[in-house]
């Protein structure tokens, strides 16, 4: 069986640490307040883009400010 774009997307980032640790997904903590202000760059053609945005949301939620600049491939 072959593995979706985002499953080894993350193969490649975490190597052999686990996946579910809020360490290598931090869209997985418990926890987003507290946390400082972040910067979330995505392009539109990147495995994890569904992921950037839903971080940012989650980071938005806990009252943490998160800015997103989503690129378009075409327009690079």
């Given amino acids: 069986m072959r593995r979706g774009p985002t499953e080894q997307t993350m193969a490649a980032y975490v190597g052999s640490a686990d996946p579910a640790n809020w360490r290598s997904s ?6 987003h307040s507290d946390l400082h202000p972040a910067l ?23 009252g943490v400010t998160a800015h997103v600049m989503l690129f378009d491939y075409t327009d690079l």
Avoid: M, R, T, W
């Fill in 26 to 31: 931090p869209l997985l903590a418990s926890f």
């Fill in 40 to 62: 979330i760059v995505v392009l539109d053609v990147d495995p994890l883009h569904d992921e950037a945005l839903l971080y940012a949301e989650k980071l938005k939620g806990a």
